[in-house]
């Protein structure tokens, strides 16, 4: 008699009795990852934010508006003649005012250019009111420079020609 064979489910394998496994489906292709391309948009979108905040708060700020010195002593210096154009000369008092920091200065320097400013100017120009208050404007420009900051104001206290 010939052999009978059985012929079972293909999933079976003759001789064992576990399952085969399934065959391993063929893995797809690596897509290209997006993940990357949102990370380099989010790292950029921070450094802009990181960078726009450190402008700002580094930047220097705009200037303070300068603060007006308070008025001090006033200091008066002793007339003293200075001898103008052509024979004439000018009788010339003034004080200046200093900032509320400071006491006292040394007037020597002040009359010295005061004598200089106004030296060798003629009658008709020291006596003119508008160059008057030019002279007096750069006589108080000059202090102030020379005086550090020191000096606030001048006014004249003695002004006579002749």
Not at 5 to 17: D, E, L, M, N
Not at 96 to 124: H, N, P
Request: hydrophobic letters at 45%; a negative charge.
């Amino acid at each position: 008699m010939p052999e009978k064979r059985v012929i079972g489910a293909q999933s079976r394998k003759i001789g064992g009795g576990q399952a085969a496994p399934a065959p391993a489906a063929p893995e797809p292709e690596a897509a290209p990852r997006r993940g990357r391309g949102r990370l380099i948009v989010v790292l950029a979108a921070v450094l802009a934010v990181v960078a726009t905040g450190a402008f700002v708060l580094l930047r220097p700020s705009e200037p303070a508006a300068p603060v007006e010195p308070e008025p001090g002593d006033t200091v008066a210096i002793e007339p003293r003649n200075i001898n103008l154009a052509d024979g004439h000369y000018l009788r010339l008092g003034f004080a200046i005012e200093l900032v509320a920091e400071v006491e006292e200065v040394a007037t020597a320097q002040a009359t010295d250019i005061a004598i200089a400013l106004f030296t060798g100017r003629t009658v008709t120009e020291v006596n003119d009111p508008e160059r008057r208050e030019e002279l007096k404007s750069e006589l108080s420009e000059r202090l102030v420079e020379a005086y550090e900051g020191e000096v606030l104001a001048v006014y004249f206290t003695d002004f006579v020609t002749q």
